[in-house]
């Protein structure tokens, strides 16, 4: 029960956002500071994970190519399939649950504790939309950050592949154009609009909503992290589930 009123308690806040706008010449400024942020400040980790776990996925799959019957070229298609399918979308958001959904948590929770917030309702503005939508609207670009990824994985798996002397640069160029389905981008980019609205609104409710002191704010932080990643693994089921299926 305490589930379904937290759940029906997050839907009231998303029309809550997107009522009584605020200035446009104000929110103008807010979305370009969380897209720096939000975004931006989020591109060293996405590129260091991606490229070295692409390294790693090709280092695998070809430690595993034990049968000399099995082509070469199966290495770069592993590469491909792997770093599009779940890593760069999936994996990437389950990590940025942490770094982007903790700092949205601690920041609006932290203005909660200050009555920042009700100062800003005092002066007749809608805080949801005030802090919420710049959010919201500065993820938008977070697809921009997971191609960044799905070409640093492959970039790490064809380095990891070809430098490390487990296949030639023919077979794993091979391998990575063979069978190509441009459905898996489409289904990639889908989830990830989707997960990027997860990742924006998840913690900007556990932080919005908490009571307390300075230490229910590391809480919450912890809270919306498990939250935020269990709800982009139960979309990530199903999507896959209608879409691929």
Do not use: C
């Not at 720096?36 to 799959?61: C, K, P, W």
């Not at 490390?164 to 990575?176: K, M, R, S």
């Amino acid at each position: 029960m305490f589930y379904l009123q937290q759940i029906g308690a997050y839907f009231l806040m998303i029309k809550e956002v997107f009522n009584r706008m605020t200035k446009t010449s104000v929110l103008r400024k807010l979305i370009l500071k969380e897209i720096d942020d939000l975004v931006i400040n989020s591109l060293g980790i996405v590129a260091f994970i991606s490229f070295f776990i692409g390294a790693v996925v090709a280092i695998q799959t070809a430690l595993n190519l034990t049968n000399p019957l099995i082509p070469r070229e199966l290495i770069g298609f592993a590469s491909r399939q792997s770093v599009i399918l779940e890593f760069s979308p999936t994996f990437i958001s389950v990590i940025m649950a942490g770094k982007v959904g903790s700092f949205i948590t601690s920041s609006i929770g932290t203005m909660r504790v200050t009555e920042q917030i009700d100062a800003l309702e005092v002066m007749g503005i809608n805080s949801l939309n005030y802090l919420v939508f710049p959010k919201i609207i500065a993820m938008l670009l977070y697809p921009f950050l997971i191609a960044i990824s799905m070409f640093l994985g492959i970039l790490g798996g064809y380095v990891a592949g070809v430098y490390g002397g487990f296949v030639t640069n023919d077979e794993f160029i091979a391998g990575l154009t063979d069978d190509f389905t441009p459905f898996h981008l489409v289904y990639s980019f889908l989830k990830t609009f989707i997960f990027a609205f997860l990742l924006a609104t998840i913690p900007s409710f556990h932080g919005f909503y908490m009571k307390g002191g300075a230490l229910e704010v590391g809480k919450a932080s912890t809270t919306s992290f498990v939250w935020t990643t269990v709800a982009v693994i139960m979309v990530n089921y199903i999507i896959t589930q209608i879409l691929l299926s």
